[in-house]
Each structure stands twice: as C-alpha cells, then as structure tokens.
C-alpha cells in the first residue's frame, strides 16, 4: 500500500506485550484513519459496559493516510477511548510532531490496552517498542515532562503527555503536546493516567511511502499558495480564532455567566485587538502555513497560548474581562492537562450555585485569585476542585432541583464557547456532535446567523449534515485541520488529490462523505447505544433546558429562546436524513447500505432495531 503504512502497534502494558497488527486496503478504504480506524477498533474491541477508567478500556491514538506528509494543516493526530466523562465514544485532536514521528516510525495507530504497574511512558523509535518507567516524570506538568523527556531522547521527537489532572482522573483532563496544542476533551488524559502512562514519545525515520510523489510534492505548493492568496490570510495571521470574540459579542452569543447572557461588558478587553497588543509569537501545528496559536505575556509574565474557546470560556462565562489574567488561567490548564472548555464551565456552574446559595463553599463570578487555586485544586482532587473534577453533569446530580437545567453540557461533554438560545441549527449541532456538545463538527453558526438566525427550517438540519460530513467526518478521518477550509476557503477538492497522488487510491468527496463519514457516524452512534442500552433515548440528544427556559436580559435578542417544538422537528428531520428512526437509533436498513451488516448482529442484542 502507498499513503497507509498498514500497521497498527498494540501495547498491553498488564502483560508488557507489544505486537504488530497489519491491516488490509479495505479496512483503509472504508475507515481511511484517525476517528475512523478508532471506532471502528472500540466497537469491535471493547467490552460493552466496561468502567472506561479500567486496565479494559483501550486507547487509540490514530492519524491518516496524509499525516506526517508536507501540506496544508496535516499533522494532527486523533486520541480516542471510552470516555470516563461520557460514558459514550469519546476523542479529541491535537496538531504534534508525535503525529509526523509515529508515521515515520512506520505505524498509523497505536491502540493501548491494559495498565502499567508502575508509572510508565511508551517511547516508540522506527522499529523497537519500549515500556519506560516514568520515575521522575510522573507528577510533573505537562511542559516540564515533555522537555524532560526530550532532554532525555533527542528533540526530534514528538511527545504526546499527560499532566497532574491525567495523573488524578479528573473526568475532563486533556492531552498536551508541544506546550499548548491541546486534544481529548472527553477525558482522554484520565484515561492515560487510569494506565499508568504518563506519555508517547514517538521517533521515525522512514519514508512515508507515495504513490506518485512528483505530483504529490507539485500539488502541496498550489495547496499552500492558495491559503497565502486568501484574502483573509493576513487578519487571520494577526488574530486567528481569536476574531471570534468581537463576532460573538456583536452577535450575542458569547458564552457570559454561565451562559446566562450573550453579551459581556469587558468583552472588548478579551479580544482580538486586546489580543494583539500581547501577542509575541504564533505557534502552529506541523506543515501548518496559517498557524493560529497567539502567544502572549500573561499577567505573571509568562507565555501563554490563547485561542477562543479558552479565552470565551475563562473569561466571559465565569466573568473574568482581563485578558492577562484569562492567559494565566488558560495556561495553568495546559500545563495541568485540563480541557479549557469544560473548565469554565465547572466553573461557570459552581459560581452561578453560589449566587443561588446552593452550595456552603462557593466562588463568586470573576474571583481570579480563587480561580487559580480551584483550577490547581482540580488537578489535584482536592476539596472542592475534586467535585468540580467530575464534570458539570455530575455535579448537577448532587446539588440537585433545578441546577441540572443550567448544567451547559450534552451527554455529559460541556457545551463549547457558543451560546445558543437563539440560534437552533447550532444547538442542533451541539446536540447530534458524536462525542457531546462539541464545536468541532459542525459549527454552522456562522452560515446561520448570516442566513437565517432563528428559524427552524430544513436548509439548517441539512447544513448541520453537510458540516458533519466534512468536519466530523472526512477532516476527522483523514485527521487534517478544518481552518483552512472554514476560515480561509480552501477548496476541498484538493484533499481527494492530495489523497490520490499520496496512496493512489480514489475516495471522491461524495464517497468521503455518504460512504465514510456517515458509515463512521452510524458506528459512533451504535456504541453509544450499546453503551447505554436500554436507557437510550432522544432525549440524550437534547441540549440543556436553559436554552428553551430562560431568556438572556441583554443584547438584541434578550428574551428570546429556543422552542422545544421547533427543535424536536429539527432533531427528527436530522434523524430521518440520517437513516435512523425515531429515538436516534441507525436503521437496520442504513447499517446494512453503509457495510455495518456486522454491527445490525451485535446492536440487536441490547435493543430492537427499526427496518
Ligand atoms: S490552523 Fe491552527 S489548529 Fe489548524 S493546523 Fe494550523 S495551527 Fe493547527
């Protein structure tokens, strides 16, 4: 094969056993990698039912046939497992050099099983597998574990670490790479610390074998001239997803006081342009030519790496408008190991308890000082940071009455930076995103508020469709950056090209979308199912009931919701379209035309399937 290498590296570190799993041009074919090759190893894998934070959940870490290849925005690497936060599928994305060294070393996933006695790293270089003790290294923030690690094997090497919060299970803990580029928000770092690994430590050397590599090499120049061309290239380049602030705040959407408004009064200190005036570097993922990491000074003068989500999530939702401070907190996340989105929801949500006084300890909007001691309490599981640990949807369960109401999260994952109350094709994204409520699929917002804001019409169930596919599906799979392509209109034509010059092998975008990204949607789907059994339900899909109860008291859309009416014809519209039936559930039919014939046998045992 040219483009996959067609190895997959198992590592049980109960048994210290390491194998090579070779796989066969179908399974690439119909998978392609990333998203795609990890749930298809969970659902047939593991054991339903299992307690993810268990020696029998497994963790994949997966790229595709493009990683480690020079091109636009390629080096990312997907991380998947059950997740402890969820319960369901769970995955995130990181842009790191482990991405390109683990292609080089010659492999396209790793899939880690089982858990070390002792704290312990993988270090993987071309060849040779070792199962390292991390003595020394365990306990140590993410930034100073990578650089130890990479005093002690070189800095060509690329590091995937976990910090104290992977280390104590916090149900939200991340993983880092790099000093700031940050995957894995279901908890796929306390799913690292539940084995005992503290870190991937990946070195190759090989070639990436290519089908037509002169063609190949021709196409990547085009590919990079095009984002430079982009007439949004130079703003992009000054603020990134940092633009987003403003938008938001003009748009009232902006995540504020848990979500309770749209618009925040210190917004213009939390911006792009407050941005700016710190920015001191950009940092990027590999072969990136549009990196949008902003690095600044934050208020304890050091560097920070700012990006939306974080800044919107600790800093309007909890009531914080200093941008210094707001830096400082985001980097204590990322050394930590802790998802910025759901941390300033945990927050945001314990906050808003105690102004309801329903809780004996609490922290009060935009305490910064008590802020940074919960976000080190929290890594920690200590006193009241070990009940934040747990998540939002935890925490509601045990304050109890009305908090579950404004709990920002679906299926347990936190709700992302986007405030949602009257905006339905966007909360319909949220609540259909495969891992919980997650931006990264299909974030239409944009395109609707530009079109058509509050309706609830067919054209938004089909966008949120058509951005799935692309996002959650092809970009997931082949595990490739979806900015170029959202922010600065990169043609997607180019990746069936790139595709083709690199493995010789044509998957045209209809096939990327109504072949692979819906075969691996249904999939996700049938283990969530199976996971839940008999407790599933349309319901799961539902966002929080803020949204449909409580109006925002400010900005241009104060006192508007979303209707419960509209949005269940939008989840039904998008259940149909889907080919499954009413309670979200794939088809039997569907299964069967996506190649899941397999997965029709399997599901029936834990619930009736719909013809
Ligand atoms: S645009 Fe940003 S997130 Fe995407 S690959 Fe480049 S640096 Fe990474």
Redesign the pocket.
Known sequence: MYGWNGKILRVNLSTDKVSVQEYNAEFAKKFVGGRGFAIKILWDELKPGIDPLSPENKLIVSVGPLTGLPGP?L??IVIAAKSPLTGGYGDGNL?SMAAVYLRKAGYDAVVVEGKAKKPSYLYVEDDKTYILSAEGIWGLTTFEAEEKLKEIHGRNTGVLVIGPAGENLVRYATVISQEGRAGGRPGMGAVMGSKNLKAFVFKGTKDIPLADPQEYRKLVDQCYEEIKSSANYEFWIRQ?TMATIEWCQENAVLPTYNFKEGVFEYARLIDGYSMEAMKIKRR??PF?N????NVVVDAEKKEAELDYENVAMLGSNIGIGHLGKVSVLNRMADEYGIDTISLGSCIGFIMEATEKKLTKEGVEWGDYKKVKELIEDIAYRRELGNFLAEGTMRMAEKIGGESKKWAMQVKGLEISAYNCYSVPGMALAFGTSSIGAHHKEAWVIAWEIKTDRTGYTKAKVDKVLEFQRIRGGMFECLVS?R??WIELGFNLEWYPKLLKAASGVTISLDEMYYGVADRVYALIRAFWVREFGGKWDRNMDYPPARWFEEAPTKGPYKGTTLSRDGYNQLLSQYYAERGWDERGIPRRSTLEKLGLSDVVVELEKYTSLTQ
């Open positions: 925005s080096g990312k842009g990134g990027g993922c990136c549009m990196a949008c990491g950056c900015l170029p």
